[in-house]
């Protein structure tokens, strides 16, 4: 019996992760067997997530593996946690953003891989605008035409080709508007706008909750655009940091996991645990009585 490489990609879900971390190895075991045709035992738990990932970039490019190479080669291939910050899924109006990438700049990655439609898109884009420095496009080859006729000129378009790299089809044009406050004070936490408020007018807002939203928005109206801009990029990457431990501790294939997805602190140990132990050593044998699959 086989499974389907879409199956497969359910590996890199954050149920069946968190399942992993919790000490349940069957899906890994389910996917060595049935999509890679290892013998279970022989084969060391990152290895079957390299190897899926791997015949996935192939046959089943869905918006996970657009994430994950996104992270590394926008992310750590151009900056280092130190300096920038990548967001998952982030609000902005009626939309969420995929991704975006904080370093000096905000940067803003909407993907439309083959199995994406576009009936969207414009509307996202729009938000999109209204926010973020530059906004790109990430698209699979299929979408390229329609997404280069039909965005937005503002709009950056890169092709996923089919080698996984990066082609830049369309630069992004710099957002020369200031940021939509209305946009801005919706898109955040509580506490980071009232940082953000905090920083530009010196002041911690000292109004009921029920006044706190009106209160920063007019503070924030009052401060110069670049100000505004300089400050959201930097209470961001203060509150929305990257766990940089736990991406060293995974294999490449999850990097966009360790960014996107929330796992409780024993969680996150026992990944770091089970992965590290992979990166030093491909065969540790694995003794628990829930799997017999070797680390």
Known sequence: MTITAREASKLFNSNKLAALADGD??????????????????????????????????????????????????????????????????????????????????????IKSEYDTLNRLEEQLNDYLKLFDEVYVVCSPKNLENVLKNTDKRVGVLELTPKNYFSERRAATPRVDPIDIDVLIKSLRKEEYIELARRNTGEIPSVPNSKLVSFCKSALKTVEPEQIATSFIEVLKEKRFNDGKLLNALPSSLINAAISYQFSNLQIEALKGIFGACKESKCISHTSEESSLNL
């Open 25 to 110: 190895y069957s899906y890994v075991e389910k996917v060595a067997e049935e999509f890679l045709n290892q013998e279970i035992g022989k084969v060391a738990v990152c290895d079957v997530y390299e190897h899926t990932y791997k015949r996935l970039s192939q046959e089943y490019r869905s918006e996970y593996y657009f994430k994950n190479t996104i992270a590394h080669r926008r992310l750590l291939g151009r900056h280092s946690l130190n300096t920038a910050t990548m967001l998952s899924e982030f609000r902005v109006g009626k939309s969420k953003a995929d991704c975006v990438i904080l370093n000096g700049k905000s940067t803003c990655y909407e």
